[in-house]
């Protein structure tokens, strides 16, 4: 999913790395590095990391995602989002994978979307194909412009939200190449559970009891394609309750007969 045009104060839902917290401290609050892997689905494999750096220009988040069926690569791409230094909002946004590239450009009122493709010449890298801008859909008494989030963005966001039990629902806009898309958030249930996660920074396994949230993510439009590992349609993820870290996730992969489960494995 592509980019945030203004999420005021993002830049606070993520820091340093907190798997060494103080007991007294959730430890899924801060969080620099999450390494998530498929689960479930035979001769089926997948990686997903979201890194979170400090920037010259700013705070930048970073993901990879790589996805293999049958032995094949069926997905590979990586995202770069730069976040403004003062305000937290986004603004810029990349992904590329083998055989396409998007970049996202954030102002005031509208963003722009340059769709892109690799150069006949490696070294010259990617080539611009087509841009088009896009305005910000109007709030609901029309004296403003919605927010926008990237997937990727979103998933941060979710902290900010009022998302604390079942039944408890919100919407966000999504920028994507195609214009502003809306995506329905509704909590489906909650539960406790133990997980095992590895430490990025020293290798050891640590056990974290959480209480968890079932998120369920439904764009407006069912054949939108702007999630982990370009899942498509209605997507779960379960959120530790008080951070919203993901701990996995559950979608549709074009291609892969069944959902596909992306489980949180390591954090630092």
């Not at 820091?15 to 969080?31: F, V």
């Amino acid at each position: 999913m592509k980019i945030a045009a203004s999420v005021v104060g993002l830049a606070m839902l993520t820091g340093a790395a907190c798997l060494d917290a103080p007991q007294s401290q959730n430890p899924w609050l801060r969080w620099t590095t999450l390494r998530f892997k498929a689960k479930s689905i035979p001769l089926f494999s997948g990686r997903v990391e979201m890194r979170v750096t400090e920037d010259p220009n700013g705070r930048r988040l970073d993901t990879t995602t790589t996805a293999r069926f049958l032995g094949a690569v069926i997905a590979r791409t990586t995202t770069t989002t730069l976040f403004d230094p003062v305000t937290g909002a986004t603004k810029d946004y990349r992904s590329y994978s083998r055989k396409r590239g998007r970049h996202y450009v954030f102002g005031e009122t509208s963003y722009t979307v340059e769709k892109l493709r690799p150069a006949e010449k490696a070294e010259d890298g990617w080539q611009v194909t087509l841009s088009k801008e896009y305005p910000y859909p109007e709030t609901s008494d029309g004296r403003g412009v919605r927010q926008l989030l990237d997937y990727y963005g979103m998933l941060l966001y979710l902290r900010q939200l009022k998302l604390d039990a079942p039944g408890d629902e919100t919407e966000l806009y999504v920028a994507t190449s195609s214009g502003p898309e809306l995506y329905r958030i509704r909590v489906g249930e909650s539960r406790s559970k133990e997980r095992i996660i590895i430490d990025t920074a020293t290798g050891e396994k640590r056990a974290l009891t959480s209480r968890e949230l079932r998120l369920i993510i439904s764009p407006a439009d069912p054949d939108a394609e702007e999630g982990f590992l370009n899942m498509e349609g209605e997507t779960e993820i379960w959120v530790e309750a008080e951070s919203k870290t993901p701990l996995e996730i559950v979608g549709k992969i074009p291609r892969v007969p069944g959902k596909v489960r992306v489980v949180l494995t390591e954090m630092g």
